[in-house]
């Protein structure tokens, strides 16, 4: 089972920049869609995803532009670069892996059977 550990929340004045990165434990890493879900109290959005080659991203339609998602496979570690930052940007961000479809694509509204604990990300304006 993948096991996945966040790095790099913190606080941060509106325009700056943050960047996330989450290693995975196990050697299945490379052959799961990565990325990141963000929550607040009122909702869960699945803010960028990437496929198992890294060839493919998808990202929501709320950081496009300001966000970037990378993965390494051979450090097991996928990354999420957070460029001009927002106050709604605020949320506990979590790491997720899951299978893609077939044809390697990922899904954001397929099950991620992987979680990280979560890393806070607080944007001030």
């Known amino acids: 089972q993948v096991q996945l550990v966040e790095f790099g929340g913190g606080s941060v004045q509106g325009g700056g920049s943050l960047r996330l990165s989450c290693a995975a434990s196990?050697?299945?890493?490379?052959?799961?869609?990565m990325g990141w879900f963000r929550q607040t109290p009122g909702e869960r959005e699945a803010v960028a995803l990437i496929?198992?080659?890294?060839?493919?991203?998808i990202q929501s339609d709320s950081v496009k532009g300001r966000f970037a998602i990378s993965r390494d496979n051979a450090k097991n570690t996928v990354y999420l670069q957070m460029d001009k930052l927002k106050p709604e940007d605020t949320a506990m961000y979590y790491c997720?892996?899951?299978?893609?479809?077939?044809?390697?694509?990922?899904?954001?509204?397929?099950?991620?059977?992987?979680w990280g604990q979560g890393t806070q990300v607080t944007v001030s304006s």
């Open positions: 196990a050697d299945t890493y490379s052959t799961n869609c």
């Open positions: 496929s198992p080659d890294g060839g493919r991203t």
């Open positions: 997720v892996a899951g299978r893609p479809r077939l044809g390697g694509d990922c899904d954001p509204n397929r099950v991620f059977y992987a």
